[in-house]
């Protein structure tokens, strides 16, 4: 079962909501993303949870904000976010970010994200 | 760096033609490489991968051989189904210097196939 799930699949939100993407995976997987994908554009990484700990922020602006209560779910934090943040923000799992080879990344079906 | 190079789309093929889709990529070291496809509306799933030379990954038809002389992981299939229709991402898996792989996947800009019946 390589299942990762995602809540809500679709979301709209005005600039001066708060709001939270939620992500659950029961593979035992100790590696969580938050990946951000544009129409047509491959997937961009915005953040790495290892061990439940922040591992790598690539260099997201601070409206959004990452959350790892366990080992099994991730959420992100949305707040004044802008129209143009609108996209596909999709998380996914793998067995750990580092040291082991071949470290195959699974992805969930991802939340439609609009801003208005 | 590493980057991750794909033929230009669109590709469009009639229903039971042959499929290749180009990918080179770049790399230090010996990365792990994968074919994702994402079909309308929907997220990333995982098609297959390889993790060293001259593997071979395969499922639902599909077949990439992993070739570390021309760095290139094409993506083929025999005969293409309607439901082919999807965007498919050539990635890398980053390796550090140890050897073994990042969990930080490095994209090509994907490939849109339509089959037509």
């Known amino acids: 079962d390589t299942e990762v799930t995602q809540t809500p699949k679709h979301l709209v939100m005005g600039m001066t909501n708060k709001k939270s993407l939620k992500c659950e995976q029961h593979m035992g997987h100790r590696a969580m993303y938050w990946y951000k994908q544009k129409a047509k554009k491959p997937p961009e990484l915005m953040f790495v949870?290892?061990?439940?700990?922040?591992?790598i922020n690539e260099s997201v602006p601070s409206r959004f904000s990452p959350e790892c209560p366990n080992s099994s779910l991730l959420n992100l934090h949305l707040h004044a976010l802008q129209p143009e943040d609108s996209a596909l923000y999709l998380c996914a799992s793998s067995q750990d970010y580092g040291g082991r080879t071949g470290n195959t990344i699974y992805f969930g079906e991802g939340s439609w994200l609009t801003v208005v | 760096g590493n980057s991750v190079t794909q033929m230009e789309g669109p590709v469009t093929l009639s229903e039971e033609a042959f499929l290749t889709i180009n990918c080179t990529y770049t790399?230090?070291?010996?990365?792990?490489l994968f074919w994702y496809v994402q079909y309308p509306g929907e997220g990333l799933q995982l098609l297959l991968k390889?993790?060293?030379?001259?593997d071979k990954g395969s499922n639902k038809g599909f077949e990439a051989t992993y070739r570390k002389e021309t760095t290139s992981f094409h993506l083929e299939k025999g005969s293409v189904q309607v439901s082919d229709s999807a965007v498919y991402f050539c990635a890398q898996n980053r390796p550090n210097a140890g050897g073994t792989s990042y969990g930080k996947l490095t994209f090509g800009q994907g490939t849109i196939l339509t089959v037509h019946p």
């Open positions: 790399a230090t070291g010996y990365p792990s």
């Open positions: 390889a993790t060293k030379a001259d």
């Open positions: 949870y290892s061990y439940e700990k922040l591992s």
